[in-house]
């Protein structure tokens, strides 16, 4: 467990923190890079190196902005904030069996409303350009994202049900505990693992939930809220973007992955392992049609309904 | 009636005396009545001498009915009792000023002047600039009802239209198309002809139907000047517009799959699509088309290393082909965003007139290769391909089955013997005369009609797309929809700007 690490002398858990955002910071990126490469092969086509998405990165920043002039600073806001919230939220969620730099009892409540706060920047800086199409964007993705919630705070119920007593609620120890408890509670384990694997393809806007790579405004969920931003903003929002991908496939990642008891290693593992995860949702991407608007809140609910189950399922034992 | 208009033939010329002049209103009543006994209006345009000329067509008789009358500023619509009318009645009063009193939704369709002198059918003075796309739209009115406007410009690179939906929400309730952005005269610029640059013009009526449009205008001429073209140009035209549906059909499903986020069928069929353009570029040089079809026959054959090679290419293409597209079919999460999605019901396809792909999708058996045949579809039996659902799925479906047709189409034209002679002189247009091409295009019957006044020269030449009747059909489809699924809708449609604008 995580003992290990928290029994570590402090400049062993300064440098395991340091690696921890440094992780976060220099790779999130190229798991967009991965999912695309995966895509490609699937497609018969070589695809784009995997740095590329570095280099858009390197590209969008060294651009000018086209901003229009019916917007405020809010609209700035919105990349910033969703830079910002994904990194900080990345600093209290554990990367596979590697412990959170931060903690404290009750930070998952705190994870999940960074996340609430970044979309809540982007939401406002897409109807702050006033027009009709960010405005749909935005009214989907407050919608859609209501019914993500649940999925996730069940998922953690289910799991906080295995807990010592004395234990603080932090993320670290209860995807430590889940982590550790597949022989126990494999059944309630797999709905949990599934309704976070949905939930991660919904809150980073994949298919079946919605389409990165389409041109077509009128389906768009998140994309058609950034068609404004441009030039350093716009890759402030896909930098933000990767960093979430990064942030939510590490909380699928802690539950499968238990730690070996050697944090080093344990990092090692989990970057390894998030770019599996990412080679995943390329394969998903590339095997599944999109669902239609109007079944993706069912599917939202599945999720949920997978997670309630699983806390019924720990309950009963 | 039917004694009183005159009958015809695809591809058959008539004199225009022969073409009766009947009164306004008796016209009227005949194209009515023609139409609720299962007629189709093919046309109704004016011939730029004060008269309408009708064309009315007949797919069970495999006959085409004309007639014309003369109209003054003002006659009663016949759209309220015609629906399909509606489109021809305003290009009608743009072009040459009749005003049809009682039309539902009168306005121009391509932003241009009146073509002849005389009073602007809205009131427009001459020397008003016109701006294209600056018309009154539809509107709804009421709490939380609110208005998306789409286009000229699009995210992505595709024609220019304006799309403005009326949702409630996610759900469409009306929508309404406003196209003209890319009029060019066409039509105009061939009276007096045909002048050299007429047939290069035909090709590019609509990009993706060059040899739909261009053989149609083939036909006219060579109607109209009373030749026929040797029979191995007739296979040559029937194996290029079977390719043209190929890459057409093809290229289709894929962007079909792409709508849906399916990425192998989308990402296959993009290559697949290029195959059988190459196919039609081993034929004539362009991988679209041109330069091929000519008044009088063709100007490239294949001789039998070339005709190997091709049914070969073919044969690889085929294979390919089959295993994605049926990939497409039988993955079930491509079916549930398919099926029962922009549905047109058979009853509003009839009134609404439309044609092609998207008619034989809602279960009407209607091919102007099997209804009207002309050159090789004399010979060679093309039967309808139909699927009665009227959804996205069926227009998807619909295009699979002539995918198959096509193929096979296209290796027994190979097998032919394609080289020898290919074309014969064209002499000058008959005086006085009228003729009508109806090509079935890769996207439904393409209409031509041309009139020629004592020189022999066009006094009228009319283009009439597939897609000029069924871009009502989308906006049908559209109603109560979702608006997230009209990129799919559109797509299962695909039709033509330019050769609306034309």
């Known amino acids: 467990m995580t003992a290990s690490a928290a029994n570590a002398p402090v400049w062993v858990q300064a440098l395991l923190a340091l690696g921890h955002v440094a992780v976060l910071l220099g790779l999130s990126p190229l798991l967009l890079g991965v999912v695309v490469r995966v895509k490609a092969w699937f497609a018969g086509r070589k695809g784009p190196p995997l740095l590329q998405p570095y280099f858009e990165l390197a590209k969008l920043l060294r651009k000018g902005a086209v901003v229009s002039q019916s917007t405020t600073w809010v609209f700035r806001l919105g990349p910033v904030a969703g830079v910002v919230t994904a990194l900080v939220a990345g600093l209290f969620v554990p990367l596979g069996g590697s412990p959170s730099p931060f903690a404290f009892a009750g930070d998952l409540v705190l994870v999940a409303y960074l996340f609430a706060l970044g979309r809540f920047a982007t939401v406002l800086s897409a109807l702050d350009t006033g027009s009709a199409f960010e405005g749909m964007g935005a009214s989907r993705e407050v919608a859609f994202s209501c019914l993500v919630e649940p999925a996730l705070f069940l998922g953690w119920l289910a799991l906080a049900q295995l807990l010592a007593v004395d234990a603080p609620l932090t993320l670290t120890n209860l995807l430590a505990i889940g982590g550790n408890a597949w022989v126990a509670h494999p059944g309630a384990l797999l709905l949990v693992v599934g309704a976070w694997v949905l939930v991660v393809l919904a809150e980073n806007c994949r298919i079946p939930f919605d389409d990165p790579n389409t041109h077509l405004e009128l389906t768009m969920i998140h994309e058609v809220m950034v068609l404004d931003h441009s030039g350093p903003m716009l890759g402030l929002v896909e930098y933000g973007a990767a960093l979430k991908l990064a942030v939510t496939s590490s909380l699928v990642l802690g539950l499968l992955l238990p730690s070996t008891g050697r944090p080093a290693l344990d990092l090692g593992i989990a970057v390894g392992g998030l770019l599996v995860l990412a080679g995943l949702i390329g394969v998903v991407e590339s095997v599944l049609a999109r669902q239609r608007l109007l079944r993706v809140p069912m599917l939202l609910v599945t999720a949920s309904l997978m997670a309630a189950f699983s806390v019924a399922l720990v309950a009963m034992r | ?502």
Request: hydrophobic letters at 40%; aromatic letters at 6%; a negative charge.
């Open chain 2, 1 to 502: 009636m039917s004694d009183r208009w005159c009958v015809t033939r695809n591809g058959v010329a008539v004199a225009l005396r022969d073409v009766p002049d009947l009164s306004l209103d008796v016209m009227s009543a005949d194209v009515v009545a023609a139409v609720s006994a299962g007629a189709r209006l093919g046309c109704w345009s004016g011939d730029g001498e004060g008269r309408i000329v009708a064309v009315l067509v007949d797919d069970a008789a495999g006959e085409l009915r004309v007639a014309r009358a003369r109209v003054g500023d003002r006659y009663p619509s016949l759209t309220p009792s015609c629906p399909q009318a509606h489109l021809f009645e305003r290009e009608l009063a743009e072009q040459f000023g009749p005003v049809a009193v009682g039309h539902p939704w009168f306005k121009p369709v391509r932003s241009h002047a009146r073509w002849t002198p005389g009073p602007d059918a809205w009131g427009r003075a001459a020397d008003m600039p016109i701006v294209p796309g600056v018309v009154e739209t539809f509107r709804v009115e009421g709490e939380d009802v609110h208005e998306v406007a789409v286009g000229p410009v699009h995210a992505g690179v595709i024609e220019p239209g304006h799309f403005r939906f009326q949702c409630h929400g996610e759900q469409v309730f009306h929508l309404e198309i406003q196209l003209g952005y890319q009029h060019r005269g066409i039509e105009r610029a061939a009276v007096g002809g045909p002048h050299p640059q007429t047939l290069h013009q035909m090709e590019a009526a609509a990009g993706d139907t060059t040899v739909g449009h261009t053989w149609a205008h083939c036909l006219v001429l060579e109607a109209l000047a009373d030749v026929a073209p040797p029979p191995v140009a007739q296979d040559l035209r029937a194996t290029m517009l079977e390719l043209e549906r190929l890459a057409n059909h093809v290229g289709d499903l894929g962007a079909l799959a792409g709508d849906v986020g399916f990425q192998p069928t989308a990402s296959f069929n993009g290559r697949l699509r290029g195959d059988f353009l190459n196919l039609t570029a081993a034929l004539c040089g362009s991988r679209l088309g041109r330069g091929m079809l000519r008044p009088g026959g063709v100007r490239f054959g294949a001789d039998e290393a070339r005709r190997r090679d091709m049914t070969h290419r073919l044969h690889a293409a085929r294979r390919d082909v089959t295993g994605s597209v049926e990939l497409l079919f039988h993955t079930p999460s491509v079916a549930a965003r398919f099926e029962r999605v922009g549905i047109v019901r058979p009853e509003e396809a009839t009134a609404a007139g439309l044609v092609g792909v998207a008619r034989r999708a809602c279960g009407t058996a209607v091919d102007a290769r099997h209804d009207h045949p002309v050159g090789a579809w004399l010979q060679t039996r093309v039967d309808p391909a139909i699927c009665g659902e009227g959804d996205v799925q069926s227009r998807a479906w619909v295009r699979w089955l002539e995918i198959c047709d096509s193929l096979e189409l296209v290796d027994r034209l190979l097998a032919r013997p394609l080289d020898g002679e290919l074309r014969v002189p064209m002499p000058s247009l008959r005086p006085d005369h009228l003729a009508i091409g109806l090509i079935e295009g890769w996207r439904g019957p393409v209409l031509h009609l041309g009139l020629t006044g004592p020189d022999g020269r066009l006094t009228r030449y009319k283009v009439v797309d597939p897609s000029f009747h069924n871009w009502m059909g989308l906006a049908l489809a559209l109603r109560d929809e979702q608006i997230s699924d009209f990129p799919l809708c559109n797509k299962s449609f695909n039709l033509s700007y330019c050769g609306y604008d034309l």
